[in-house]
């Protein structure tokens, strides 16, 4: 094989992926297109226009000499306040290229974040787009150790824009390996803790082919759109890496994705796979009673994020007549390991385990349950992360030899599908026995009164744990004592009794992390 090539074997089930010694990711992604031809095709389209594979390269490269021409040494960390735009593909991919290694931050958290990650990663540089500059200067004024570069993406001198368009449009990959880093991803998990999740070069091939694929059947003629944002591992599979890797087309949006704005990126792009999360679809289904967006060019949808409440997925199917593919993956995996299949979705399940990727479900001592029973989550696959950056203690904890800890709970279905039961802090066990907040919450959004429910643990006056419901309400409803009697009666219908909620809060949103993960850890402190 020649330097920085990856033999793809779709031959062999799992497809072999095998890495020449000498191993730039960023040579398939990017300089690939160009040796094969796509040099005209769309790579990237948003409200700037359209950007070619052929443009997209040079600009790759002029961002990678503009990192190195400040001096960076390799493996030197570039962190990225960068709202879904072209940029961000041109310094996430110049870095990897110049051998530097970028870390996208989300671009929804506040200076004092900011701070810790900065402390935290010690970077050699900082570009942040515009509407971040605020927080990002709050953040650098207060950091122990300031980055030894603070680029804004826009105007002159020191801006990166500036630098790029000053710099060379060829540019030699670094040497690296399948195994060396090539970004990280910040992660808070449920505590709120930062942890840099450090990504080798192989994690970002292994997953745009076992996932999109080998399992959502993605193709080179496929536009995509995700209303999940770059700055995470869903949004950044979604909307960069799956296109990339198979020729197709990006659609970006940088603004908030309301169901309004996602609906009209979808009639003037027409994208051919749609990339949301529950909370979405949900707003989007409640817009869908009072407006009709063309939808047609939408082959596939598909979410992950939380797991998606079979009633959900029923109403969705009936307003648009299309399927959502569910599946779970954790910034630590990149990218989804268990999903659904186009054609063959389950409702209310994760689906099986995505090609490549090996599956456990165990108790508490680390052995593996018997089948039909709920136990902890275990993966294992080649995109799992080296490491967390400078945090030895939790790395050990978080692998089981080469097996992930999750934190999910999970149980097997009779039809072998993986149904979630919730994140294993979040059980409840009530009169002696493991509940399920994930089986709660999907009855009573079932209900139509209801748009969003999460259940988590409260004590009862005798000190005993109980399921409480925090609950959004559909447009147009009002919560009463009634609705609250209906909401229980509603819940003793199909579930075991014990089940019920105890208590019913009527909330106007719940708290969620930028994936639109229910954090039910902060409903747990205000209860």
Same mark, same amino acid.
């Given at each position: 094989m020649h330097d920085h090539t990856v033999a793809v074997d779709a031959t062999q089930t799992p497809t072999a992926l095998t890495f020449a010694d000498n191993f730039n990711v960023a040579v398939p992604f990017i300089d690939r297109h160009l040796e094969e031809g796509r040099g005209a095709r769309v790579a990237i389209s948003d409200a700037g226009g359209d950007v070619t594979y052929g443009a997209l390269a040079a600009a790759v490269n002029r961002a990678g000499n503009a990192l190195s021409a400040l001096g960076l040494a390799r493996g030197d960390r570039v962190l990225m306040v960068v709202k879904d735009c072209p940029l961000f593909f041109y310094v996430f991919w110049g870095a990897i290229k110049a051998g530097f290694v970028p870390v996208p931050l989300n671009t929804l958290l506040r200076a004092t974040d900011y701070r810790v990650v900065i402390e935290n990663a010690r970077p050699a540089c900082i570009v942040w787009s515009p509407e971040f500059a605020g927080e990002c200067e +709050?953040?650098?004024?207060? +950091?122990?150790?300031?980055?030894?570069?603070?680029? @804004?993406?826009?105007?002159?001198?020191?801006?990166?824009?500036?630098?790029?368009? #000053?710099?060379?449009?060829?540019?030699?990959?670094?040497?690296?390996?399948?195994?060396?880093?090539?970004?990280?991803?910040?992660?808070?998990?449920?505590?709120?803790?930062?942890?840099? #999740?450090?990504?080798? $070069?192989?994690?970002? /091939? /292994?997953?745009? $082919?076992?996932? #999109?694929?080998?399992?959502?059947? /993605?193709? @080179?003629?496929?536009?995509?759109?995700?209303?999940?944002?770059?700055?995470?591992?869903?949004?950044?599979?979604? #909307?960069?890496?799956?296109?990339?890797?198979?020729?197709?087309?990006?659609?970006l949006n940088a603004q908030r994705p309301t169901p309004e704005a996602t609906f009209a990126t979808i009639e003037r792009y027409r994208p051919t796979i749609y990339y949301g999360v529950p909370t979405l679809y949900a707003a989007q289904l409640q817009a869908l009673a009072r407006a009709s967006p063309d939808l047609s060019s939408l082959r596939l949808c598909v979410s992950a994020g939380e797991p998606l409440p079979a009633a959900l997925l029923e109403r969705w199917q009936g307003a648009t007549g299309l399927d959502i593919v569910d599946g779970i993956g954790t910034t630590e995996s990149l990218h989804i390991f268990i999903s659904n299949r186009p054609g063959a979705v389950v409702p209310g399940t994760s689906g099986t385990p995505v090609p490549g990727y090996d599956v456990r479900l165990v108790d508490d001592a680390g052995r593996d349950v018997p089948s039909g029973d709920t136990g902890n989550l275990l993966i294992r696959g080649r995109s799992l992360i080296a490491e967390y950056w400078d945090e030895p203690g939790r790395t050990r904890a978080a692998f089981d030899g080469e097996w992930l800890r999750t934190g999910d709970t999970y149980a097997v279905d009779a039809a072998g599908a993986y149904v979630c039961c919730g994140r294993s802090d979040d059980m409840l066990k009530v009169g002696g026995i493991w509940v399920s907040p994930v089986e709660i919450e999907a009855r009573l959004v079932s209900h139509p009164a209801v748009l969003e429910a999460a259940v988590v643990g409260r004590a009862d006056d005798d000190g005993l744990i109980k399921p409480e419901a925090w609950i959004v309400l559909a447009e147009g409803q009002a919560a009463s004592e009634r609705l609250s009697e209906a909401l229980v009666a509603h819940c003793k219908e199909a579930l075991a009794r014990y089940k019920y909620p105890r208590w019913l809060r009527y909330v106007d949103a719940l708290p969620k992390t930028a994936t639109g993960k229910i954090q039910r850890y902060r409903l747990r402190e205000g209860s």
């Open positions: +709050a953040a650098l004024a207060g +950091a122990a150790e300031r980055p030894r570069h603070a680029l @804004p993406a826009e105007g002159r001198g020191e801006s990166i824009a500036a630098r790029l368009a #000053a710099a060379s449009d060829t540019l030699e990959p670094a040497p690296a390996s399948a195994d060396d880093p090539a970004f990280w991803l910040y992660t808070s998990g449920s505590t709120g803790t930062p942890k840099g #999740a450090v990504h080798r $070069q192989r994690d970002m /091939v /292994v997953t745009s $082919q076992y996932f #999109a694929v080998d399992t959502l059947g /993605v193709r @080179p003629d496929d536009i995509h759109f995700s209303a999940a944002k770059l700055f995470f591992a869903y949004g950044l599979g979604n #909307a960069m890496t799956f296109p990339l890797w198979t020729g197709g087309t990006a659609v």
